[in-house]
């Protein structure tokens, strides 16, 4: 019995021997932005909390220079009273010159230190991530951080955003035949709004499409459960339907809201020699906002309103695979299904042939309901 | 040395636990990092070569059972004996103590590894091999029946892990898998010899044997136990490759556990750090077993008290596993264990069974004869 006494206090003591980490005396960073400077230099943005009671704000933002992402953490460590650590780590933001110039670089040790969440939000500025992070217009939100983040995951969840997480980010960086693709952030009267995405060739951005084209580019690559899109359709071939003027006679097109958007895609490669694809749509939603004022319980209204709902869909997808074949960027990942038929043996293949695509669109699309009035 | 065993009633068990016993010396180690190894040989078809070693472990597991029927209660190291004579019979059967003393040492170094890169980067190795030798000890001395029950228990605390692999299953993409057969036959069976070391473990069937309650029912227990391991192992490297993109899935030397990383509950933000944790009870009845294995098999062979002979391994696996230094030792000298284990799992068992059927016929044309 004094032997167990004996071991069991030896053993509650060994456990002391493991590092302890006192939260007051954290400084739990949430966000890191990262802007290249010249010669190479990586200028690094951090926000962290501290528990501190004592101290007048939740969180700290710091700025230092290094020439790695961890030398930044190392040197910020040199201007705080708080042991910085990465386990909250839950946005990151690229300056557009390093992204530019390509992310990898730093994105190593995101993917390295096994401290660092895969659910990490990568997110490129639009200018300089040290601007967006200095941004003090956030709402109600606690720190800047905070704001930037629940502004993109409630995106992301509202399907307006593709799903760029750090695992997303690398599993695509990775992948034969498909690009990452990255939300931008940029300001607008000092605060950070989300306006494009960002193109990236690899880990580096070389173009910029806006967000509401983002739909379209989800439309293809996967399915909608419950997306939102506005239109602008001809007005001339809905005169006839027009119950009443309501005098915007200037305005030569109708504009209809559509929620609740449900979808799904097949996309599949005809042949692998002339780099043909062929692309079925099919989508349901209701009509939420008509500009004008239309007789929708016709029929023959709504077969108009689906089909040309329906065309304007397939020349809005051409317009956007043009985009990505200008840029040769594939974020939707035609090449992961050039793939299946012909390996592929390494990523730059896939970036020649990428300008050569052809894509036969074909969209159906219904009108489920329309509202509460007629 | 006897070649039968006799086992007294109070220290059998029934063949029902022998499936917690062989399935859980198999899951351990190896799978955490299994992925990475089978996708860098048979790419795509990762999950073939998987299947392709679910069989041939199958096939051994007869042969083993076979080997055993021969005799009445008789274990490895008997059998050995009584087939090869006494000094290379004893030979053999110290090189598969050592080797179950080699698994335990990569078993400790990669799961102390793993620990120092998720959870304390500044943890001692020694502090991290001393918790868990001390539980390792506590739990041989208390023999065989003590070892079922942490199989059993830790098998039963484990193995809901596997249901929060919800989330990157719903992250898969399938085409991953495609082209199907895309690779050569040859890489597939390379990819089928490089998921061995995940695998090994079962052959602790030639080893516990002799404590089977009701024989007859053995070889299922032993069967069911092997296919529910290459089904644990076919689950993981489907669910790894479809979720990782094939050069990152290459990358990463974890990519059992780096697949935890993506699982978030309000309660717990950081699942994987749980996950690491919880892995020790992955880890623990593995080395348990393994160590019960290498006493047993040294008090069989020399006729060693199985208690001191546990103390005096105790201490040499503490000092061995401090030894290694890094990645790249681990890494090689793991290698050796596992090309070890494949010729002692895989191979030696479908030699063993026609010497020793060779044996008993000649034998009974003997009896006849004379």
Redesign the interface.
């Known amino acids: 019995m004094k032997k167990l006494i004996c ?1 069991l206090c030896v ?1 509650v003591l ?1 456990t002391g ?3 302890r980490k006192y939260i007051e005396r954290l400084g739990i960073i949430t966000v890191i932005g990262y802007d290249l400077l010249e010669e190479g230099f990586l200028e690094g943005t951090l926000i962290f909390f501290q528990f501190d009671p004592n101290a007048n704000s939740v969180s700290q933002i710091i700025t230092s220079r290094a020439n790695s992402a961890k030398g930044i953490r190392q040197d910020a460590n040199l201007k705080s009273s708080k042991q910085l650590v990465s ?2 780590l839950r946005l990151a933001v690229f300056g557009s010159q390093l992204a530019e110039k390509g992310i990898m670089r730093v994105t190593d040790t995101l993917a390295r230190d ?1 401290a660092v ?3 990490l939000y990568m997110t490129i500025a639009e200018e300089d991530a040290k601007a967006i992070l200095s941004s003090n217009k956030m709402e109600d939100a606690a720190d800047i951080g905070n704001y930037l983040n629940s502004m993109i995951e409630k995106n992301i969840q509202n399907e307006v955003l593709p799903y760029s ?1 750090l ?1 997303q980010f ?7 035949g ?1 690009d990452p693709i990255l939300p931008m952030l940029n300001l607008e009267d000092g605060k950070p709004v989300l306006r494009h995405l960002a193109l990236m060739q690899d880990d580096r951005m070389v173009g910029k499409l806006p967000v509401k084209k983002g739909f379209y580019l989800k439309l293809i690559e996967s399915r909608f459960e419950a997306g939102h899109l506005e239109v602008g359709l001809p007005r001339e071939k809905f005169k006839p339907y027009f119950k009443s003027n309501r005098n915007h006679e200037e305005i030569d097109q109708m504009f209809v809201t559509f929620d609740e958007i449900k979808s799904k895609s097949q996309l599949v490669l005809n042949s692998p020699d002339s780099l043909s694809f062929n692309l079925d749509i099919t989508l349901e939603g209701r009509i939420l906002e008509i500009s004008d004022d239309l007789k929708i319980q016709d029929p023959k209204v709504v077969k108009l309103l689906e089909e040309e709902f329906a065309s304007l869909i397939e020349d809005e997808i051409k317009s956007v695979v043009e985009v990505f074949k200008e840029n040769q960027v594939d974020p939707i ?1 035609f090449g ?2 050039y ?3 012909r ?1 592929l043996k390494e990523k730059g293949e896939w970036r020649k042939l990428m300008s050569d695509i052809s894509v036969d669109t074909n969209v159906k699309t219904r009108i489920v309901r329309h509202g509460i009035i007629k | 040395m006897k070649i039968q065993l006799q086992v007294p009633v109070g220290l059998q068990i029934k063949a029902f636990y022998l499936f917690f016993l062989i399935h859980t010396v198999q899951v351990g180690s190896g799978i955490m990092g299994v992925s990475t190894h089978v996708y860098s040989q048979a790419k795509q078809d990762a999950w073939i070569s998987i299947i392709v070693a679910g069989i041939w472990m199958s096939i051994s597991v007869f042969c083993m059972s076979r080997i055993l029927q021969q005799y009445e209660s008789a274990d490895l190291p008997g059998i050995q004996v009584d087939i090869f004579g006494r000094i290379i019979g004893k030979f053999l059967g110290t090189v598969a103590a050592l080797y179950f003393f080699g698994f335990m040492i990569t078993l400790l170094l990669n799961y102390i590894e793993v620990v120092q890169v998720f959870l304390f980067p500044t943890i001692p190795t020694w502090l991290v091999c001393f918790f868990l030798l001390s539980l390792v000890v506590y739990a041989v001395l208390g023999g065989i029946r003590v070892i079922v029950g942490v199989s059993f228990l830790f098998f039963v605390g484990t193995v809901w892990l596997l249901a929060v692999l919800y989330k990157p299953i719903t992250l898969m993409e399938w085409n991953h898998f495609l082209p199907i057969m895309g690779t050569s036959y040859t890489d597939i069976i390379k990819g089928a010899y490089k998921s061995t070391y995940s695998l090994i473990g079962f052959e602790a069937l030639l080893f516990v044997y002799p404590y089977v309650q009701n024989k007859q029912k053995a070889h299922l227990a032993a069967q069911q136990a092997v296919w529910g391991t290459t089904i644990l192992t076919l689950a993981v490297v489907v669910i790894t490759i479809g979720y990782f993109s094939g050069p990152q899935l290459e990358r990463l030397i974890w990519p059992t556990l780096s697949m935890f990383k993506i699982i978030q509950f309000s309660f717990a933000e950081r699942f994987d750090i749980i996950a690491v944790g919880l892995w020790m009870m992955v880890i623990l009845p593995n080395m348990v077993t393994a160590m019960w294995l290498c006493t047993h098999t040294f008090k069989r062979i020399y006729g060693l008290r199985q208690k001191q002979v546990l103390y005096m391994l105790a201490a040499l696996l503490f000092l061995g596993t401090i030894l290694f230094q890094d990645r790249l030792q681990i890494n090689y000298f793991t290698d050796m264990v596992a090309t070890l284990g494949f010729y002692i799992a895989f191979v030696y068992p479908l030699v063993l069974l026609p010497i020793v059927l060779l044996k008993n016929y000649i034998r009974r044309k003997r009896g006849t004869s004379q």
Not at chain 1, 170 to 176: A, M, P, S, W
């Open positions: 071991i053993l060994l021997c493991v590092e386990g909250q096994a969440s895969d659910l997480t695992h690398q599993h695509d960086y990775y992948d034969l498909r990942g992961q299904i793939n299946k038929e390996p």
